[in-house]
């Protein structure tokens, strides 16, 4: 098993930056693909963005291309989520997730084994 903690959301106006982290412990060598989805009220939960190592990959949601970046410290088993130029739509639950992942970086939920529990992200007007 592997478990995910997300930190770091909050309320921050439009404009400005915030930066989740989501750290992973247990089997992590069962992963190599880590990323973050969202989920705003009454929506889908759709993806943002994910890392993959061996071989070397990031994929990012059309929405956010440009104003967020995924990193991943593979030492501290953890995987960052900056995000600038925030906008009022980007409001929703985060979510982290994790799975070993061949081809392709997926960009549906359903292809991820392992969830995080979610930060709240709430940017204001």
């Known amino acids: 098993q592997v478990q995910l903690v997300e930190s ?6 439009a404009g400005g930056s915030l930066r ?11 992963t190599n693909t ?3 989805f969202r989920q705003a009220p009454g929506k889908e939960r759709e993806f943002v963005a994910a890392i ?9 949601a059309d929405s ?6 995924i990193s991943r410290d593979s030492a501290k088993n953890t995987v960052y989520l900056q995000m ?7 409001t ?8 070993f992942i061949f081809g392709t970086v997926p960009t549906i939920p359903r292809a991820y084994a392992y969830w ?10």
């Open 84 to 90: 600038n130029s925030l906008k009022p739509e980007d």
């Open 52 to 60: 993959r190592s061996s071989p070397d990959s990031t994929r990012y």
């Open 20 to 30: 989740l982290s989501c750290a992973a412990s247990g089997r992590t060598s069962s």
């Open 64 to 69: 956010v291309m440009g104003r967020f970046t």
């Open 116 to 125: 995080g529990q979610g930060t709240q992200v709430t940017v204001s007007s």
């Open 8 to 13: 770091g959301g909050g309320l921050v106006q």
């Open 92 to 99: 929703a639950v985060y979510y982290c997730a994790a799975d």
């Open 34 to 36: 880590m990323g973050w």
